[in-house]
């Protein structure tokens, strides 16, 4: 059973840095694409980056935010510095095209969500 789960959300203060890390658990073979969204309403993308590396941004977070990944381990994180209080929200992790051991087919998969605040 594949399971991701997050860490590093709280609160901090404008200017401050967290950072955010999600392991993906379970016979896990390859993982396409992972990143982070967040409900501002919706599922918004914040970054994502692919098992080679590449990495897209959305625009607000762009020169603050930085995601990177750790293929042995089926990790991801995000270093989020210059925090501003538009930032806050829910935190989630995403696993693009997840493929178990044995399956031919990739899913998706989303963490339980971390809560980031940032206060003014």
């Known amino acids: 059973q594949v399971q991701l789960v997050e860490s590093g959300g709280g609160l901090v203060q404008a200017g401050g840095s967290l950072r955010l890390s999600c392991a993906a658990s379970?016979?896990?073979?390859?993982?396409?694409?992972m990143g982070w969204y967040r409900r501002a309403p919706g599922k918004q993308l914040v970054a994502a980056i692919t098992?080679?590396?590449?990495?897209n941004y959305a625009d607000s977070v762009k020169g603050r935010f930085t995601i990177s990944r750790d293929n042995a381990k089926n990790t991801v994180y995000l270093q989020m510095n210059s925090l501003k209080p538009e930032d806050t929200a829910v935190y989630y992790c995403h696993a693009d095209g997840l493929r178990t051991v044995g399956s031919p087919y990739g899913y998706d998969y989303w963490g339980q969500g971390t809560q980031v605040t940032v206060s003014a």
């Open positions: 098992s080679g590396g590449m990495t």
């Open positions: 379970g016979s896990i073979f390859s993982i396409n694409t």
